[in-house]
């Protein structure tokens, strides 16, 4: 397995599967009434959070401890950070206390790979800027490989705000190793530069045509229009923005009934996603919530238990 997690470039097709198999024996942990697994005992995991979040926090918080870790949160507000602390001597102050995991979101693209070269701990990447999120392509496409059997020769459609998603790009990488035929879809101003490039030397298809692509999807990937990262007018109103690239009521209909419709949370609800498609009987949200632990379990897993304590 590889040292650090940082990118999906980091995983062969055979070390995901590994990794899906884990997570599927931890997903049977999930059942249990008592959620214990001993494998990280003596083991200590810090999350470092310099950006909001909810679930990815709370899943890798989650994991560690059900893998008898111990488990210790750090956001950006009330640490050293927001004294204006560098990135550099809060991670080595704090792996200076003997961490042995490091669980890292930032602002900044490239953050958790800089840090991974500054660190003897383990470092996992749960979010750098609008470059790769790794631990959520994972949890999406074995929550994809779950409900649809294969990725092999699916068609899956990956549609919104291309441009700001971190998880689009992890998630590009992740699907297209395992076989799935993936396109894009986003209005022109949020397709990512390059991306015509990219997607003929990556093998996916790019369309700003939500309308041709949703009826021949096996899966659909509803991505949050992320406001918080936008310093300009993208489109001319949501209004307009839900009328071109919405995942509506009217094109719920369009979708194959059995297509799981997956969104990384959180949700715009009535922006980018209708209450009918994220409530529907075919949305695999809560799925990627809990596949969420599962993997993390397994990637802490496959990452600490076998690390010999620097
Ligand atoms: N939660 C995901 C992320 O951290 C997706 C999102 O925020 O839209 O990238």
Sequence with gaps: MTR???????LSVEQIQEIF??????????RREVKKLPALRGRTVINMFFEDSTRTRSSFEIAGKWLSADVINISAKGSSASKGESLRDTVLTVCAMGVDGLVIRHPASGAAQQVSEWVDAVVVNAGDGMHEHPTQALLDAYTLERRLGSLEGRQVAIVGDLTHSRVFRSGVKCLTKLGAEVTVVAPPTLMPSGIDEWSRTAG???????DEVLPKADAVMMLRVQKERMSG??????????VGY??????LAQLKP???IC?????????????DAADAAQSAVLEQVSAGVAIRMSVLYH??????TP
Excluded: C, K, W
Excluded at 233 to 242: A, K, N, Q
């Design 246 to 251: 919405g995942l509506t009521r009217e094109r």
């Design 263 to 275: 969104h990384p949370g959180p949700m715009n609800r009535g922006l980018e996603i209708a209450a």
């Design 204 to 210: 996916f298809e790019v369309n700003y045509d939500l």
């Design 21 to 30: 198999e884990t997570a599927a024996e931890m997903h049977d942990v999930q």
């Design 258 to 260: 059995d297509a799981p």
């Design 4 to 10: 650090h997690l940082l990118s999906i470039d980091d």
């Design 233 to 242: 007018g993208y489109f001319p109103s949501p209004r307009e923005y839900t």
């Design 303 to 308: 990452l600490l238990a076998g690390e010999e």
